[in-house]
């Protein structure tokens, strides 16, 4: 990794589409600045389309593609994508599964979900999981060996699992955050991510983001980064001297001043 300090001024000329993590990209410390949010204003106003990319519930990613200056939101680690409807008050929702599978993937990830408590007592749901439509999400436990046991546990069940510095989060289906990029940035703008690699700048922080780096020509890790490279096996090229918004911000300026 470089620091994206460093980076020529015209690296990032061609980036036409910011995608970022959120949690801990986006927010530090769990709660978003007005000068991050106005970054991801600066960047639709210099013509760049910005979706956050984020392991969030279906709750959450709603509000979002609702109020935030975005164009979309893919979440629950791919399992969806929500935009804002051309009215500008409604929403679009666009699922990995079809509709008529995803009332069993409901139930089997109930099932499941059941197991995994039955059998490791003392994990609990995050916080966030009444508001989760394609996974289920187990708060981290401060004992690593526990985390551990819920990952084997959720793995067994035969779950896809992926840890990020809020969650231990459980899906079906065998996408991630790479996987409904292609098919979005395909079906909704046009885009083949294998041939227009230089077109998109991805931005984040953590374990679940490790498919997007090892993708994309343009990376940033925000500075907490360090914390999860021996869980990531292709790091981001640049990384920030800040971290979470702050982080965010200086990528969010890096392109723009590569388009002026």
């Known amino acids: ?147 551990d046991r819920i990952v084997r546990a959720l793995r067994d069940a035969g779950a896809d699992v992926t840890i990020n510095n809020l969650w231990i989060l459980g899906w079906l289906g065998g996408y991630d955050k790479l996987s409904m990029t292609r098919r979005i940035l395909a079906e909704q703008y046009g885009i083949d991510i294998d041939r227009e690699r230089d077109a998109i700048l991805y931005s984040g922080d953590s374990t679940n983001d490790a498919p997007m780096f090892a993708f994309f020509t343009h990376t940033v890790g925000v500075s907490t980064v360090t914390q999860y490279l021996d869980q990531i096996p292709v790091p981001p090229c640049w990384i920030t001297r800040g971290p979470g918004g702050t982080g965010f911000i200086e990528a969010a300026e890096a392109v723009i001043r590569a388009r002026k």
């Open 1 to 147: 990794m470089r620091a994206l300090s460093e980076a020529p001024d015209n690296e990032f000329r061609h980036v036409r589409f910011v995608l970022t993590d959120m949690d801990e990209t986006l927010t530090w410390q769990g709660r978003l600045s007005a000068g991050t949010y106005t970054a991801l204003e600066h960047l639709q106003a210099a013509g760049v389309h910005v979706i956050p990319v984020t392991a969030a519930p279906a709750g959450w990613c709603d509000q979002m593609a609702r109020m935030w200056p975005v164009d979309g939101v893919i979440g629950e680690n791919g399992g969806l994508y929500f935009e804002r409807s051309e009215t500008g008050h409604g929403i679009v929702r666009h699922y990995w599964h079809p509709d008529e599978s995803r009332i069993e993937i409901s139930e089997r990830l109930r099932a499941i979900a059941d197991t995994v408590m039955t059998t490791l007592p003392g994990t609990r749901f995050a916080d966030d999981q009444p508001f989760r439509l394609s996974s289920i999400a187990f708060a981290r436990p401060d004992d690593p060996a526990a985390g």
